[in-house]
């Protein structure tokens, strides 16, 4: 009895410990709140076109920040936690570079000014923030309800890898049913009007195509958010590394689109390998409960599989 007693106090010793405080919550999500800030009022306050360097030196920014509360989690919550808040963090990088596919192509069709791009993503961004922490928050209430949720998620994370290894998926922006939904509904102005998603004419709000595109890129997050959310619970059930992985990825994902929007046909087996970790991930749910995969192990493969999908299509670049 006296060890049964032991075993339970150090259980609820162990949950407490790895639970996060409030005062780290309120601090995270400042820090957003005060870079988005600094972003949109101060970096960005006028339109202009994002060039190559510009947007390099963004993506080294978000990506040593990111390193950066690794560093803290580290120290703070231990080895296992850091290594799954890195590992959580490559596989949203890893996704993001799915969605800049996506989002060339709805600037393509729209036909959007370089220079109102920036604005769209990040109001996009900023929508896939709250998004993000409200399917997260679903995600972990459904997964201490039922244990079985966590073999869907892994057969829908195992399913879209083989889609993904079978054929490439195509983005026909005419036949999307929201943008069908909301041309009829709203009215749209047939030009862009700056960098504004709203005008006033003949005394009545009307909607500029660039609202559109935000609507599209939105629809876009929810889409592969179905893929993300899923694939961070399989590596952790923390929710503070869960949420902060995928936040930090957002945030760096505009500046990597301005660096790879023109480079994205040239990493022709990134997606075979997105593919090959979403079902690694998917594989790794679903045994569980009988396996289970050390965090050092999961990271490792995913980096392998990263690296290797790169230089394969670097190699491809060259030899083409």
């Known amino acids: 009895m006296d060890k049964v007693f032991y075993l339970m106090q150090n259980l609820e010793e162990s949950r407490a410990q790895s639970e996060t405080p409030a005062y780290a919550w309120v601090l995270f999500i400042s820090f957003v709140l005060l870079m988005l800030i600094i972003d949109l009022g101060i970096i960005q306050r006028k339109a202009h076109v994002v060039r190559f360097k510009e947007a390099l030196f963004w993506t080294i920014v978000w990506i040593s920040m990111a390193i950066g ?40 069709y729209f036909r959007v ?36 949720i966590l073999y869907v998620f892994g057969a829908i994370l195992f399913i879209t890898g083989v889609k993904l290894t079978i054929k490439s998926e195509s983005v026909d922006v005419k036949k999307n049913p929201i943008l069908k939904i909301a041309r009829k509904f709203l009215h749209i102005t047939p ?62 994902l505009r500046a990597m689109y301005f660096l790879l929007e023109n480079l994205v046909d040239k990493f022709s087996y ?51």
């Open 69 to 108: 509360l690794g560093f803290i989690i580290l120290s703070w919550k231990g080895t296992d936690l850091a290594i799954e808040y890195i590992t959580a963090y490559l596989i949203e990088e890893s996704l993001s570079v799915d969605n800049i596919f996506v989002f060339v192509t709805i600037f393509s």
């Open 113 to 148: 000014p370089d220079e109102y791009r920036h604005r769209v993503l990040f109001f996009g961004i900023l929508g896939a923030i709250i998004l993000r922490g409200i399917f997260i928050s679903v995600g972990i209430v459904l997964i201490s309800e039922f244990d079985w």
């Open 191 to 252: 030009d862009y009007h700056q960098q504004k998603f709203f005008i006033t004419q003949a005394g009545k709000i009307v909607a500029t195509p660039l609202f559109l595109v935000l609507i599209m890129i939105e629809t876009t997050d929810i889409i592969f958010a179905i893929d993300s959310i899923p694939a961070v619970f399989g590596v952790t059930r923390d929710p503070f590394i869960a949420f902060t992985s995928n936040i930090m990825a957002i945030l760096g």
């Open 270 to 320: 990134l997606r075979i390998g997105i593919a090959v970790i979403l079902m690694f991930v998917g594989i790794k749910m679903l045994v569980g409960h009988y396996l289970k995969i050390p965090p050092i192990i999961t990271l490792s493969f995913m980096a392998a599989v990263l690296i290797a999908s790169m230089l394969a299509s670097v190699r491809k670049t060259r030899i083409s």
